[in-house]
């Protein structure tokens, strides 16, 4: 049984759809990532899913329970779903083992929760700081503690490394992926930036003018994206124009070649091939096919644009040790064949 | 800030505040039945009176002044107490709401007293702003101390001076501060009567209350407090636009930089302590010191402690349970319109605050005839005196929890809800709990207001019962000022505890989540 | 004040009659109740206690202050077991009051400070038993006997000596206007005694002489004040040189600093001169109470030689019953023979009003 299903969703403000007919299912203990731009609608899906939102319609089921649906409305505390907001948002007044303590009962076992919690999230010497006094970082695993303490069905995440540094984030990335691995938590974490998402997520669901355009695991939707903007969306691509022929192998200025998925393709069909950079290569043993455009350094690698006799412009990624200089004849090649999309 | 929620609020909160708005235009209400009553030829007439006019212009004019000199003390004041290491900084802290304990009429019989020939419009002006200017700065104090300073280092670093820095950051930053102080502060010198009737200026107040005294046509006064209430309405949206216009920035998403407060050259020390000294011999040396002179001159009878003793439990006590349905009204429409920024919210919010600029003679009939037209059981009791200083004074209230609640992020509410806390509790537990300093702040502000209220206590009081304000007019009508003194002094004393205790909550509150407004 | 009870309103007037306005009213009854609701406990164990004890008990409006005659009422309740209930006020505040109150008003009888404020409460007002109209002159109550006069108080000019001598002050007000007196006279246009003063000088002199006069006031730079007592404080000293008061400030506040430390003096005017007008405080019996024997009692007890003694010895008013002596300091009241009119039409404010709103006073 899957820990969430989501049937036909729309939600939105005031009657007016901002998601319209998401569905979805999660297994236990998975993360899931929704990527998108802003405004794609992946906030609101995350408060329908919290039941801040009614939805207009379609169901959300929990453990097989239904939470929002047709009939049935069960409110947010009824939920035991779990909430980090973005920038953590810690009760002020508190200090951190009140706030990890603000949504479980205070009994006898209460305090030992806390304590357990502390030791997750590695901050046992700050059980008394008060929010003001913790780093970014810290206030984000106590928000995410806090969330646990109630030991709820489904955590969801709301862009929660936004408001760290770059040197954090990854840092904190793994962090929370192991705190929700060794919890055994289902998790949604909503973000925008792609890189977060690939690397953290155990699934990936994209989001685009509050569609669900594609859902998958992360190397599946990079490797196969099902749209140019699904694919766009998760990393740079070249959009190569491509035609099939008589033996469904593909047709580009490259060349002739065979992809993963020729088998349905018809003779005939003229569509576009989606190639990422780094499976491009600058072959110095052939003759010179194309021209070097611009060069763009990114410290371990360079994205580098060159222009093939054909005209067509591509990106291709490569190790920095080698100067290329626009100007400068060069051959490229495919290593490795994207997805064919009909146009 | 936070960035409102343009959904829509809530069935229940929206109809509360709908509600607690309603009882705060109760005056309206009875307005709009007199007006009513009043023929359009003898409204046209009232109208078309040049005296009416000038009158308005008047007021409007006090109004303009004394605003303008409550800024104008209110800057430099703030600026030294937040940005220099002032001789006596935090004693000079703890007493700036002070001024606020001295109702206005005694003022101006104190400075009458002093200086006896003491008249008109400039006279009326200094006495008004000497009661009035904390509400300017004693949100343009949190404002201040709260502003990024970040914004003014990168102002500076592009070259500009440090004036030219200040005004063009940080001064934008507190405009909206100012203009709610600046909003109470011409509410105040348009509802005011005791000072204004004392110092013998035409102020528009002075009409109205001729006009119910003299001619006890209601009718007729009740078009002359209707002009009262359009001018308050303008005055309210001009804030609401300077509110809305410069909402506040941050240079980045990091902690702002906070403002370290400078060393004072020994000079600039001593004429900074000078301003302080003025300031406080002005709004508070001089009126107690005349008062003090009146009290040794004495009375014609002994003074009866048990009596006094009796009017401090009683001023202290209905004015704390005053504040405390003030703040329980207050509290809907606050929640309201710190989280939902709608036409719909704004208006609640702007009716809410049209009954500030009315003098307390129309509250007072307001809610004589309301309340025996709909309760009158209630009539002349004291939960009826309490609801009306909540009526009067709500608006106080409100301005402070509003700014309060506004500065608490909406997330933590749901994050509440979502560990198990219905979003009643969960409100209180969080935002609620947070705010309490703000919200209470208010309330205190409210109980110092109602402490000094006349015309209302006069008509709605218990028979018998007795306040320091009634005692005092008691005295003041039988021309025994020297009986009046220890009165006078007495609710000077007694509002000044909930006035310190309003400059103490500038002194501790951690996040600066308090603003008086 | 300890022997007059303190009670609270809410138990008298438990009456449910449909008034006028009725749909804003209902409209506000929603709106009041829940919250009146929440905070009505104290004031209901309040009215419980004074229920029990309601008879015998009488509601005064007073517009005379509670520092005056609290321990007058004190003396009422000794003297008859009748506890008052007063409520202490503005003579014109709480006729307006009462106007608005109608006939829920819980108070049973009326003191005024004024005739005019009577007046204009007439219609809520019970025609006193001949038993109260007979002990006072017909001049000093109503024609229609709503309310009777209780004490006299004659319009004075309070002058400072230091400026002006004895044998200089003005013997008419007429003089008032004259160059000699620019920005020198304080007047008091929004109190209730000065615009009975000019009512009495409308119907003895005419419109067109008041308001010629009035003129000469505004352009001879006339001093405007809020109450008698201001005026009394700013000739004391010397602000101005002349004022238009009430004779009896002068004497409370002599009785307030001592008599040797008051510079202002005050100096009666001619008789028949509008200045001199004799005004009083009365007391009228709401139409509730018409036959409400305490209410008459009380009248009838302010109208004793006892209590019209004690206001000589204490307020320096005229007695207006016979066989009580003004103080002996005051010329007698008769010697005074203010202009010749029935303070009854002092009540006709509003001509008098828009007067002084056409000269600029008010």
């Known amino acids: 049984m899957s820990a969430i299903s989501v049937k036909g969703l729309s939600a939105g403000y005031g009657g007016a759809a901002v998601i319209s007919d998401i569905s979805f299912e999660l297994a236990e203990q998975q993360l899931l990532a929704i990527l998108g731009p802003s405004g794609s609608g992946k906030s609101t899906l995350l408060k329908t899913i919290a039941g801040f939102l009614t939805p207009i319609n379609g169901s959300i089921t929990l453990d097989g329970v239904t939470v929002s649906g047709a009939t049935t409305f069960i409110p947010p505390e009824k939920r035991n779903i779990g909430l980090v907001p973005q920038e953590g948002s810690l009760f002020p007044h508190l200090d951190v083992s009140a706030n990890i303590r603000f949504g479980i009962k205070r009994d006898s076992q209460s305090r030992q929760r806390v304590e357990e919690l502390l030791e997750i999230i590695g901050m046992k010497e700050f059980a008394h700081a008060r929010p003001q006094e913790l780093s970014g970082g810290q206030q984000q695993r106590v928000a995410l503690a806090r969330a646990l303490a109630p030991k709820p069905k489904l955590i969801l995440l709301d862009e929660p490394f936004t408001a760290l540094d770059t040197s954090l984030r990854a840092q904190m990335r793994d962090d929370i992926r192991s705190i929700l691995t060794l919890t055994s938590t289902t998790a949604i974490m909503v973000t925008h930036d792609q890189e977060e998402a690939l690397a953290t997520a155990d699934q990936l669901a994209i989001m685009q003018g509050g569609k669900l355009i594609a859902f998958g695991t992360p190397l599946s939707l990079y490797n196969a994206p099902k749209s140019i903007a699904v694919a766009q969306l998760l990393g740079e691509i070249n959009v190569i124009p491509a035609v099939v022929e008589a033996d469904h192998s593909v047709r580009t200025d490259f060349g002739v070649s065979t992809t993963q998925d020729s088998g349905d393709l018809n003779p005939g069909e003229s569509g576009v091939l989606i190639v990422r950079p780094e499976a491009i290569i600058i072959d110095e043993h052939s003759t010179p096919n194309a021209t070097i455009v611009d060069s763009l350094f990114h410290g371990h690698d360079s994205l580098i644009s060159v222009r093939m006799d054909s005209g067509l412009v591509v990106k291709l990624r490569e190790p920095t040790q080698i100067t290329r200089t626009p100007g400068d004849r060069c051959a490229v090649s495919v290593t490795r064949l994207g997805t064919f999309l009909r146009s | 800030m936070h960035s409102k929620d343009h959904a829509k609020a809530p069935f229940l909160l929206f109809w509360g505040a709908a509600l607690c708005a309603c009882i705060a235009a109760i005056p309206l209400v009875y307005l709009a039945i007199r007006i009513g009553g009043a023929g359009l030829s003898e409204i046209i007439a009232i109208l078309t009176r040049l005296r009416t006019w000038e009158t308005v212009g008047i007021s409007v004019g006090l109004a303009i002044v004394v605003v303008t000199a409550s800024l104008l003390i209110s800057y430099p004041t703030a600026l030294f107490l937040t940005r220099t290491r002032l001789p006596l900084r935090r004693f000079w802290f703890t007493t700036v709401a002070l001024p606020l304990a001295i109702p206005s009429y005694v003022a101006a019989y104190a400075w009458i007293a002093l200086i006896p020939g003491m008249n008109g419009f400039w006279a009326a002006a200094l006495v008004l702003t000497a009661v009035s200017f904390p509400y300017v700065l004693l949100p343009l104090l949190v404002s201040l101390r709260s502003a990024d300073m970040g914004l003014e280092q990168v102002a500076r670093s592009l070259g500009e001076k440090p004036t030219a820095a200040f005004f063009a950051t940080t001064f934008r930053q507190s405009v909206p501060a100012a203009a709610a102080g600046s909003l109470l502060v011409a509410l105040y010198v348009l509802s005011d009567f005791g000072a204004v009737a004392l110092l013998r200026v035409d102020a528009f107040t002075r009409v109205i209350y001729t006009s119910y005294r003299a001619s006890f046509d209601r009718s007729n006064a009740a078009v002359l407090a209707g002009m009262l209430v359009i001018l308050a309405v303008i005055l309210i949206s001009l804030e609401r636009k300077a509110r809305g216009r410069s909402l506040r920035f941050r240079a980045d998403k990091g902690v702002a930089s906070i403002t370290v407060p400078k060393a004072l050259t020994p000079i600039f020390s001593a004429l900074s302590s000078l301003w302080f000294i003025a300031i406080a011999v002005i709004s508070l040396g001089l009126p107690i010191t005349s008062l003090l002179i009146r009290l040794a001159q004495g009375a014609r009878r002994p003074l009866d402690w048990a009596e006094l003793m009796a009017a401090v439990v009683n001023t202290a006590w209905i004015s704390a349970l005053g504040a405390v349905i003030a703040v329980l009204l207050a509290l809907p429409i606050a929640a309201l319109a710190s989280k939902y920024r709608r036409k719909s919210t704004g208006a609640i919010e702007s009716i809410s605050y049209s009954g500030l600029a009315l003098p307390g003679i129309v509250i007072g009939l307001s809610l004589v005839y309301l309340s025996l037209n709909t309760v009158p059981f209630l009539y002349q009791s004291f939960a009826l005196l309490a609801f009306a200083y909540a009526v009067l004074f709500l608006p106080k209230s409100l301005g402070a929890s509003r700014t309060s609640l506004e500065a608490v992020p909406p997330a933590l509410t749901q994050v509440a809800q979502t560990l198990g806390y219905s979003p009643l509790r969960a409100w209180l537990y969080t935002s609620g709990r947070i705010s309490l300093p703000g919200i209470a702040a208010g309330g205190l502000l409210v109980m110092l207001t109602a402490m000094k209220e006349l015309p209302a206590t006069l008509m709605l009081r218990p028979t018998g019962f007795d306040t320091l304000a009634t005692e005092l007019w008691g005295r003041t009508e039988l021309a025994a000022f020297g009986a009046a003194a220890p009165y006078a002094l007495a609710l000077i004393l007694l509002a000044a505890i909930p006035s310190f205790a309003l400059s103490r909550s500038f002194l501790t509150s951690e996040k600066e989540t308090m603003v008086v407004a | ?362």
């Open chain 3, 1 to 362: 004040m300890s022997h007059i009870r303190r009670i609270s309103r809410s138990s008298l007037s438990f009456s449910l009659r449909p008034t006028r306005g009725k749909l804003g009213a209902i409209a506000a009854v929603a709106l009041l109740l829940p919250a009146l609701a929440a905070c009505s406990s104290d004031s209901n164990s309040n009215s419980g206690a004074t229920e029990s004890s309601e008879t015998g008990e009488l509601v005064v409006y007073s517009g005379r202050s509670e520092e005056l005659v609290g321990p007058l009422f004190a003396e009422f309740t000794e003297a008859t077991g009748i506890n008052i209930s007063a409520r202490f006020g503005d003579s014109a505040e709480l006729a307006a009051q009462m106007l608005e109150e109608g006939d829920r008003s819980p108070a049973q009888v009326y003191f005024s400070q004024d005739a005019g404020a009577l007046g204009s409460v007439n219609s809520l007002l019970s025609a006193l038993p001949e038993s109260v109209t007979s002990l006072v002159a017909p001049e000093y109550r109503a024609v229609d006997d709503t309310w009777t006069g209780v004490t006299g108080r004659a319009r004075v000019i309070a002058y400072d000596p230091e400026n002006v001598p004895a044998d200089q002050v003005p013997q008419s007000v007429f003089e008032l206007t004259d160059e000699k007196w620019r920005g020198q006279v304080a007047i008091a246009p929004t109190n209730a005694s000065f615009q009975s003063f000019v009512t009495a000088m409308r119907l003895t002199q005419g419109d067109e002489v008041t308001q010629e006069w009035l003129t000469g006031l505004v352009k001879n730079e006339v001093q405007s004040y809020e109450k008698n007592g201001l005026i009394l404080d700013a000739v004391d000293s010397g602000q101005v040189q002349l004022g238009l008061i009430n004779h009896y400030y002068w004497y409370e506040k002599a009785a307030e600093v001592g008599q040797e430390n008051m510079r202002a003096q005050i100096s009666f005017m001619a008789p028949q001169d509008p200045g001199s007008l004799v005004n009083v405080a009365g007391v009228g019996i709401l139409k509730g109470a018409a036959e409400n024997p305490a209410a008459i009692e009380f009248v009838q007890w302010l109208l004793s030689p006892n209590t019209q003694e004690w206001f000589v010895t204490n307020t320096f008013e005229y007695p207006l019953i016979t066989g009580v002596a003004s103080a002996p300091e005051l010329p007698a009241l008769d010697t005074l023979a203010g202009p010749d009119i029935e303070l009854a039409q002092l009540a006709d404010l509003p001509a008098t009003l828009a007067m002084l709103q056409d000269v600029g006073l008010l």
